[in-house]
């Protein structure tokens, strides 16, 4: 059973935006490093972006550096992707993760606890 709920996911034309929204009622997202992670069908599954507690350093896959942006908001107990000039290739079903700590490793086998994943389909 997911312990993430991941919401925000659409049908939008390329050049887009959409702003993905990841919460849980389980436990506090703000003690752990949070992943956004995205399959397209045929292909693995990918880290997207992770931020972190302790002073909030993110980081992003290069395909989506300059153009998807990730944040926090404790008080809400929400992680947000948002993402700006959308592309075909940025379609996938994306996922939030919550890691076993406080930073981000770039190891999908760091993440525990996952949400069911959200469409984004990025089309004229």
């Known amino acids: 059973q997911a312990q993430l709920t991941e919401s925000g996911g659409a049908l939008v034309q390329p050049g887009g935006s959409l702003r993905l929204s990841c919460v849980t009622s389980?436990?506090?997202?703000?003690?752990?490093?949070i992943g956004w992670f995205r399959q397209a069908p045929g292909k693995e599954r990918e880290e997207v972006s992770c931020i972190q507690t302790s002073g909030g350093a993110t980081f992003y896959a290069e395909s989506v550096k300059g153009r998807f942006t990730i944040s926090r908001d404790n008080a809400k107990n929400t992680v947000y992707l948002q993402m700006n000039s959308l592309k075909p290739e940025d379609t996938a079903v994306y996922y939030c993760?919550?890691?076993?700590?406080?930073?981000?490793?770039?190891?999908?086998?760091?993440?525990?606890?996952w949400g069911q994943g959200t469409q984004v389909t990025v089309s004229p």
């Open positions: 993760a919550a890691a076993r700590g406080n930073h981000c490793s770039g190891r999908q086998a760091d993440f525990a606890v």
């Open positions: 389980r436990f506090g997202l703000g003690y752990f490093a």
